[in-house]
Nanobody, 123 residues
Framework: QVQLVESGGGLVQAGGSLRLSCAAS????????VGWFRQAPGKEREFVAA????????YYADSVKGRFTISRDNAKNTAYLQMNSLKPEDTAVYYC????????????????WGQGTQVTVSS
């Protein structure tokens, strides 16, 4: 089991940037796929980005491709989501999650979740 804590959320104007962090505890973090998901009020949780255990492969939702970058530092047990050119429609609670399975965009495949961090983008 992996415990995850997100940080870095906040309020930003459209066009701005934020960097989210996901700090993990547990020896198996470096062998897990890490994903970022988001959930806006009244909407289902949706996939944002994911990264393979060694960082070699990344996956992105079409809505964030070219604007967001996922990365990880296994030595620090931390994953990141760099978000640039933010839009009001990016407003949501952002969650990081970890999974030993290679199904990066399916939230049902993730067993360990953080508590979430709020991102609000004003127009």
């Amino acid at each position: 089991q992996v415990q995850l804590v997100e940080s870095g959320g906040g309020l930003v104007q459209a066009g701005g940037s934020l960097r989210l962090s996901c700090a993990a505890s547990g020896r198996t973090f470096s062998s897990y796929v890490v994903g970022w998901f988001r959930q806006a009020p009244g909407k289902e949780r949706e996939f944002v980005a994911a990264i393979s255990w060694n960082g070699a492969t990344t996956y992105y939702a079409d809505s964030v491709k070219g604007r967001f970058t996922i990365s990880r530092d296994n030595a620090k047990n931390t994953a990141y989501l760099q978000m640039n050119s933010l839009k009001p429609e990016d407003t949501a609670v952002y969650y990081c999650a970890a999974s030993p399975l290679n199904s990066p965009s399916d939230p049902r495949r993730y067993h360990d979740w953080g508590q979430g961090t709020q991102v609000t983008v004003s127009s």
